[in-house]
C-alpha cells in the first residue's frame, strides 16, 4: 500500500511539472512577438498598427476557443486536451517559421492563438479539481511562477531575436520548445480523467456557469482587466524603442521587469492572502497597477520603466491571482467551463483592447493606452474588492 501511494504521490507530482512547462511554454508563445512588431513590420513594410495583428489576431483566437475547450475537458478530460493542444502548437510554430507575408503570419499567429487556447485554462481547472480550495490559490501561484516565468522568457527572447537574428529564428525556437513539452507530454501524462460521455451539450454547460451572478461579475470584471492591462502592455518595448532610442533587446529586458513584480507576489502569495485577504489584494492590486503606469506614461525618462513594469506586475498579480481562485470554484459542477469562459474573457478584453489602441497609436501615440490604463485599474480593483466583500 505504501508504494502504491509513493507511486500515486510520484504521478501526481510529475503531471504537475509537465502542466507548468506546458503553461510556460504557451505564455512565451503569446508574448514572444511583442519586442518582435518593429522587425516584422520592417521585414515587410508594414506599419506597427498592421503588424500588431500578429498579437491581436491571436489574443481573439485564444479567448473564441475557449468556448470549445473547457467543454471539451470536462467531457473527454482535461490531461489529454492539453497534450493535443501543445502538439499542435509546435506544428503552427513551424509552419510560421516559413510564412511568406505578414497577412500569412497574422492568420498563423491566429491559428497558433486557438491551438494554445487549450493549455493554461485547463491546466488552472486540472489544480482545481486536485486542490481543496484554501489551498487552492497558494497552488495557483505556484502555477503563475511558470507562465510568468515564460511571459519574462517571451518578451525578452523576442528582442534578443529581433536584435541578434530575425523573426524566424525566434518562431523556430518556440516550435522547438513546444515539441519538446509536446514530446513529453505524450510519452508520460496518462489521461487519467474517463470519457464522460454523459455531460450535458457544451451550450448547456456554459449557460449553467453564466446563469449564477457570482460567475457573471468576475467574467466581467475579467474583460475590462484584458483590456486595460494588456492593450498597454504589448506596446511597452515599442514605446521605449521610438521614445527613447533603446535597442529592443534592452526594451525586452526592462517589460520582462513587469513578469518579476509578478513573480516575487508568487514567492509571497500565501503570506499576504493572509495578511490582506483576497479584498486587500484586489485593492492594493490595482492601486499599484494605476501607479505604475501613471510612472511609464509621465516619467520623462527610461529609467522610470524599470520601477513602473515591477510596481504593474506586482499589482497585476495580486488581483488576478485572486481573481483565478474566484473562478476555479464559480462552477465546480463544470470547472473546465467555467475557467475556460474566464479566459475567455480575459483574452476577450485584452484582443479589444489592443484592437482599440492599434487604432489610435498612429494619431495619439502609446502614451493614450498608459492614461487610459492609469485612470481605469485602480476603480476595477475598488470595484472587485467591493463585490467580494458582498459575495453569496
Request: charge should be positive.
Amino acid at each position: 500500500m505504501v508504494d502504491v501511494t509513493s507511486q500515486q504521490g510520484q504521478a501526481t507530482h510529475s503531471s504537475f511539472f509537465l502542466v507548468a512547462c506546458a503553461g510556460f511554454a504557451s505564455m512565451v508563445g503569446m508574448r514572444i512577438c511583442d519586442a518582435l512588431l518593429p522587425d516584422l513590420a520592417e521585414s515587410f513594410q508594414v506599419s506597427t498598427g498592421v503588424a500588431a495583428g500578429s498579437i491581436s489576431l491571436f489574443v481573439i483566437a485564444y479567448g473564441a476557443l475557449q468556448l470549445v475547450y473547457g467543454p471539451l475537458g470536462d467531457r473527454y478530460g482535461k490531461q489529454r486536451i492539453i497534450s493535443f493542444a501543445v502538439a499542435a502548437s509546435a506544428l503552427l510554430n513551424l509552419a510560421l517559421v516559413f510564412a511568406p507575408s505578414m497577412s500569412a503570419i497574422v492568420v498563423l499567429r491566429g491559428l497558433a492563438g486557438a491551438a494554445t487556447a487549450g493549455i493554461i485554462p485547463l491546466s488552472m481547472a486540472y489544480i482545481g479539481d486536485s486542490v481543496p480550495y484554501a489551498e487552492r490559490q497558494g497552488v495557483l501561484a505556484k502555477f503563475m511562477s511558470a507562465t510568468i516565468l515564460g511571459m519574462i522568457s517571451g518578451q525578452w527572447a523576442g528582442g534578443i531575436f529581433a536584435d541578434l537574428l530575425n523573426w524566424q529564428a525566434a518562431f523556430g525556437v518556440l516550435a522547438l520548445l513546444f515539441g519538446a513539452v509536446a514530446f513529453m507530454l505524450l510519452r508520460t501524462l496518462p489521461p487519467v480523467e474517463p470519457v464522460n460521455p454523459d455531460r450535458k451539450s457544451f451550450l448547456r454547460q456554459m449557460g449553467n456557469v453564466l446563469a449564477i451572478p457570482w460567475a457573471r461579475r468576475i467574467l466581467l470584471i475579467a474583460l475590462i482587466e484584458g483590456g486595460f492591462v494588456f492593450s498597454a502592455l504589448v506596446f511597452i518595448p515599442t514605446y521605449l524603442h521610438d521614445r527613447f532610442a533603446l535597442s529592443l533587446t534592452a526594451a525586452g529586458a526592462i517589460v520582462a521587469l513587469y513578469g518579476a513584480g509578478g513573480l516575487a507576489y508568487t514567492f509571497f502569495a500565501r503570506r499576504l492572502l493572509a495578511r490582506f485577504g483576497e479584498r486587500g489584494l484586489a485593492l492594493i492590486g490595482g492601486s499599484l497597477m494605476g501607479t505604475g503606469f501613471a510612472m511609464l506614461a509621465f516619467g520623462p525618462h527610461w529609467a522610470w520603466a524599470i520601477p513602473s513594469c515591477l510596481i504593474s506586475g506586482l499589482g497585476f498579480y495580486m488581483m488576478h491571482n485572486t481573481l483565478q481562485a474566484n473562478a476555479t470554484q464559480m462552477a465546480p459542477a463544470t470547472r473546465g467551463t467555467a475557467v475556460s469562459l474566464f479566459a475567455c474573457s480575459l483574452f476577450l478584453g485584452q484582443s479589444l483592447g489592443i484592437s482599440a489602441i492599434s487604432l489610435m497609436i498612429d494619431e495619439y501615440g502609446v502614451g493614450a493606452a498608459f492614461i487610459a490604463s492609469m485612470i481605469a485599474l485602480p476603480l476595477l480593483g475598488f470595484w472587485f474588492a467591493s463585490s467580494i466583500s458582498h459575495r453569496p
